[in-house]
């Protein structure tokens, strides 16, 4: 009997199977905000958005992060591992924005003293609720794979906070999620892009993320572009 195996679409990416072992990940150009009330589409974001996240997989990689990127598929896509995906996604914040400014009495921008790490339920229907590990637990997540994860973040956080400052970019928060593979190992997965970060820069403090897209700072490409000239080296 031949496996079936279905393409799973997102707001962002397709995750198309390549065979048992390998999804082929294509970025789209869509665009989406406030859980998808806000769309639009950008000719060039899903470029952008591989080739961002290629650079970091690659480079995370050689500083000792497990992730599931295998190689390059086409100008929007990559080869990725198959992986038991955890129902979670973990924050990590280093500056006060977004939705941490509404629930802390401290003002945007306020560099915090030590990283703080939040854990959501990935499901779109509830709005992506923060939950806390009792909830995790209930939904067949075990503390010790929550601590593995939030102790990959942290590690993560440590390696692209001095890697974005050389490039005169704060790392504001990102968001990351993780998978188990066949050997039960926890792996990064699905992208580090302007999609998932918030990158401010140094000087300026002006937006390069989907915030600019969110809250209609400007041109999304061309904030995307300007982080990715930053990442490449070029002028």
Known sequence: MVKTMHVYEGKAKKMIPLDERKFIMEFKDDATAFNGEKKAQFKGKGWLNAQISTMLFKMLEEKGI????????????????????YPLEVVVRNVVAGSLKKRLPLTEGTELPEPIVELYYKEDALGDPMI???????????????????????????????????????????????????????????????????????????SLDKDVFRF?????INAYEELYRRLVGEA
């Open 66 to 85: 497990k992730t599931h990127f295998i190689g390059v598929a086409g100008d929007n896509k990559l080869i990725v591992e198959r992986l038991k995906m």
């Open 216 to 220: 209609d700072k400007g041109d999304l």
């Open 132 to 206: 806390n590990y009792y909830h995790a637990k209930v939904l067949g997540v075990g503390e010790d794979e929550i601590k593995e994860m939030e102790h990959i973040a942290l590690r993560v956080n440590e390696i692209l906070r001095e890697y974005f400052k050389e490039k005169g970019i704060i790392l504001v928060d990102f968001k990351l999620e993780f998978g188990q593979n066949e050997k039960g190992e926890i792996v990064l997965a699905d992208e580090i892009s302007p999609d998932t970060c918030r990158f401010w820069d140094a000087k300026t403090k002006e």
